[in-house]
């Protein structure tokens, strides 16, 4: 019976990945062996977990054994000690960067662009000193304006400028981390696939994308299908929240399945973080360690 599971499991993985990828992704498609070895590495973004400080958070994030931490961005050039203090002897490590920069670079003003480039830069700096996967990026939010048109020229315009804080990124040995957001928060970036073909279009090692399950609840007619069109080279972090009210996962029902995603980060052999970026309707103390759970055992069910 397990060998004729494994056989389904690897023909139907086969299809999809013949599907959005041709002979170049089966040639990165993951082993039936190679799937069940994939490890789920949870992150917790800084606000995830109880604590009045870094210690007492991370005291809580070992003994559920949580391995990443996500801090945000803005001032973390000046908390670079702090952090890695609170790490010294840990089994934690920084996984992404949440955003934290100023201004947007499909801004109309040269100044508003810079500001957002200059402020990257800071960010990356420090990202690259505490061993960041990469700092994360939007575009442009659908509240931000003036905004450079939803053109060709606009997509030519901003491979260039990833290009360039790509470059930059790797220099310091991290990435920068495209997010693709719903329609209802930004205009142009919104599908995994999107994020990935601008990522290939550069052709730069220190550009990236993410895949986030909220935004993907509304984009992706399938989480699976989304993660296998950014395939292992692109995608280097996963946002995690309830699929309803972006909150913890497990409190929106039976609505909080992520088996589909999670087969598909398995399939291309994720190695990255899956970092939890969502609310907290009901009792922390009960509903993050239910959530966890839920995760794990989605986990070893995809």
């Not at 789920?40 to 210690?55: C, D, R, W, Y």
């Not at 609170?86 to 996984?95: C, D, E, T, Y």
């Not at 073909?197 to 220190?206: F, L």
């Amino acid at each position: 019976m397990t060998n004729r599971r494994n056989f389904l499991r690897a023909s139907l993985s086969t299809a999809a990945l013949a599907a959005v990828g041709g002979n170049a992704a089966l040639a990165s498609y993951s082993t039936p062996q190679e799937i069940n070895e994939v490890e789920l590495k949870i992150s917790f973004q800084e606000g995830t977990a109880p604590g009045s400080n870094l210690n007492e958070k991370f005291d809580y994030m070992e003994k559920m054994g949580i391995v990443g931490f996500e801090p945000g961005g803005r001032g973390l050039s000046g908390r670079v000690k702090e952090i890695k203090d609170a790490l010294n002897g840990r089994n934690i490590k920084v996984s992404a960067i949440c955003a934290g920069f100023q201004g947007f670079i499909l801004s109309t003003d040269p100044a508003v662009r810079k500001q957002c480039v200059d402020t990257m830069h800071e960010i990356l700096t420090a990202a690259g000193e505490l061993g960041s996967t990469g700092v994360i990026i939007v575009p442009a939010f659908n509240r931000q304006e003036p905004v450079m048109p939803h053109t060709q020229e606009t997509r030519d315009f901003l491979c260039q400028q990833f290009d360039e804080m790509g470059k930059f990124a790797v220099e310091h040995g991290t990435t920068v981390i495209l997010e693709p957001l719903n329609r209802k928060e930004a205009f142009y970036l919104r599908q995994v696939a999107d994020a990935a073909s601008i990522c290939r279009d550069i052709n730069n090692p220190g550009v990236k994308c993410l895949g986030d399950f909220w935004h993907m609840t509304f984009e992706e007619t399938c989480d699976m299908s989304a993660f296998l069109s950014a395939g292992k080279e692109y995608l280097q972090h996963v946002h995690m929240a309830s699929r309803k009210r972006r909150s913890m996962p497990g409190e929106d029902g039976d609505a909080d399945n992520y088996v589909n995603g999670f087969k598909g980060l398995k399939m291309i052999g994720y190695d990255k973080y899956v970092s939890f970026e969502c609310g907290c309707k009901g009792d922390r103390n009960v509903v993050l360690p239910a959530a966890v759970e839920l995760l794990r055992k989605q986990w070893k069910e995809a």
